[in-house]
């Protein structure tokens, strides 16, 4: 059953901790995204990567780091640094590495808060 | 101007009735058109795409795109209570290279 799983659902985090979302998929998909939502906002682009072990910033880079160390894998991880973390991240792939011309499947979400 | 531009709603249609969502943009280089279905609290779907002017049929879906006035509609024929949902509008290429989303439109079908 292909597919793009994101863990956990839900998450909560303390002022001042990273956090590390986890973003899998089986498509064989070569570029994989990172966005955020906010209410009443459109997805905001975090970061990209069109192939293993290279990723570019997004719109909204300062504060979050990822890895691509695997084709199937792309970590997001929240750092201390970014100000307003509370949001829902989605976490999308697609086929070929030309960021955006071909069509976007999403993951469930991460939905995160902080406390 | 926003990049990509939709009317928030909410666009209320009677059950059965055609729905009808459209979207402007801002970069004539767009070359690739996208609709999502999100659901409240769930992850944005693909339920259509269009990539040429004219019209693109999916079902009771219909996407239509004009390039020269850059507006990109979404037809819902026969809507369903189960199509209430918020309607997204992406618009990839020209300078950016990146696939730009639209606020959303929330749809309310009502039975």
């Known amino acids: 059953d292909g597919g793009i799983t994101q863990s956990p659902k839900y998450l909560f985090r303390k002022e001042g901790q990273n956090v590390t979302l986890s973003c899998e998929q089986n498509?064989?998909?070569?570029?994989m995204y990172w966005y955020r939502q906010d209410p009443g906002q459109g997805l905001r682009l975090i970061y990209y990567?069109?192939?293993?072990?290279?990723?570019q910033k997004g719109d909204i880079a300062e504060g979050y780091s990822v890895s691509r160390e695997k084709k199937e894998s792309f970590p997001l991880t929240v750092t201390s640094a970014q100000k307003n973390p509370t949001a829902f991240y989605l976490c999308?792939?697609?086929?070929?590495?030309?960021?955006?011309?071909?069509?976007?499947?999403f993951g469930p979400g991460t939905r995160l808060t902080v406390l | 101007q926003k990049e990509v531009e939709q009317n928030s709603g909410p666009l209320s249609v009677p059950e059965g009735a055609i729905a009808s969502l459209n979207c402007t943009y801002s970069d004539r280089g767009s070359q690739s058109f996208f609709w999502y279905r999100q659901y409240s609290g769930k992850s944005p779907e693909l339920i259509m795409f269009?990539?040429?002017?004219g019209d693109k049929e999916d079902g009771r879906f219909t996407a239509q795109l004009n390039k020269a006035s850059q507006y990109v509609s979404l037809l819902i024929r026969d809507s369903q209570p189960s199509d209430s949902a918020t309607y997204l509008c992406a618009v990839h290429g020209g300078a950016t290279n990146k696939l730009i989303f639209g606020t959303g439109t929330l749809l309310a079908v009502q039975p």
């Open positions: 999308a792939s697609s086929i070929e590495g030309q960021v955006g011309y071909n069509e976007q499947f």
């Open positions: 990567s069109q192939i293993v072990n290279d990723f």
């Open positions: 498509l064989n998909h070569d570029a």
């Open positions: 269009i990539y040429s002017n």
